[in-house]
C-alpha cells in the first residue's frame, strides 16, 4: 500500500536518448520532489513541485526538467541524457514546502550509456 | 557554507552492542533536524524531527539527540534488522535542506 511509486524502477539508456521517470502518489500531498543519489554525496534535490504546474529548480537542475499536470503525478525528464546522470533517483512527497519530513519513493536506478 | 558530515561511514556491530552515530552540522541557522533509515534498494524512511539543542526522541531501540553543533542517534542493544543506512538531514532558516552522506550499520547476530 505504498503511498508513492516511481516507474520504471531500472532504465538502461544510451548517451544523447529522452528519458523520462514518473512518480505517482495516492497521499494528495501538494509538494513533491525529485532528488538524486550519488556515491560520496548526500541526496541531491534537482526540482521540486509546490501544485499543478507549479514547479522550482533544485540545486543540481541542469539538464533536467519536470511537469506535474495532476497532483498525482510528477515528472522527471531528461531531454539528452549524459553519463553523468547515471544515478538513483528518488522522488518524494511532504505535506509543506519547507519539510524535511519527506515520504520517499522506491527509486528509479538509471543507468546512461 | 552550510554543511552536513557524518561519522563513522561505515560501523558494525555484534547484536546487543550498543553505540552512536553522529551528525554534525554547519549551518547559518537551524529549522530542524532529520534522521532517516534508508535499506539497500529503497528509499529513505523517514525517523525522527529535532528542533532544538536538548532536545531527544526515541523509537524503539533508537534515540536521536540535538546540541548546538551535532547530533547523535544512539542505538541501543541492536538487532540485525537494525542493520541500513542512517542519513541525517539538516534545513536551515533558508529553508535549503541538505542531506549527509551517511552511516552504514551492520549489525551481526
Known amino acids: 500500500d505504498a503511498g508513492i511509486t516511481q516507474s520504471p524502477r531500472h532504465k538502461v539508456t544510451e548517451t544523447g536518448t529522452p528519458v523520462t521517470l514518473r512518480c505517482h502518489q495516492t497521499e494528495n500531498h501538494r509538494y513533491m520532489y525529485w532528488y538524486r543519489q550519488d556515491p560520496g554525496h548526500g541526496l541531491r534535490l534537482i526540482h521540486y513541485s509546490y501544485g499543478v504546474k507549479d514547479t522550482d529548480k533544485g540545486e543540481v537542475s541542469d539538464g533536467y526538467s519536470v511537469s506535474r499536470s495532476k497532483t498525482e503525478d510528477f515528472l522527471l525528464t531528461l531531454e539528452s541524457a549524459t553519463s553523468s546522470q547515471t544515478s538513483v533517483y528518488f522522488c518524494?512527497?511532504?505535506?509543506?514546502?519547507?519539510?524535511?519530513?519527506?515520504?520517499f519513493g522506491e527509486g528509479s536506478r538509471l543507468t546512461v550509456l | 557554507e552550510d554543511q552536513v558530515t557524518q561519522s563513522p561511514e561505515a560501523l558494525r556491530l555484534q547484536e546487543g552492542e550498543s553505540s552512536s552515530l553522529n551528525c554534525s552540522y554547519t549551518v547559518s541557522g537551524l529549522r530542524g533536524l532529520f534522521w532517516y533509515r534508508q535499506d539497500p534498494g529503497k528509499g529513505p524512511e523517514f525517523l525522527f524531527t529535532l528542533y532544538s539543542a536538548g532536545e531527544e526522541k526515541e523509537k524503539e531501540r533508537l534515540k536521536a539527540t540535538l546540541t548546538k553543533k551535532e547530533s547523535f542517534l544512539h542505538i541501543t542493544a541492536p538487532k540485525p534488522e537494525d542493520s541500513a543506512t542512517y542519513l541525517c538531514a539538516v534545513q536551515a532558516t533558508t529553508d535549503k535542506l541538505i542531506f549527509g552522506t551517511g552511516t552504514r550499520l551492520q549489525v551481526f547476530p
Open positions: 518524494a512527497m511532504g505535506l509543506a514546502v519547507n519539510t524535511g519530513e519527506l515520504f
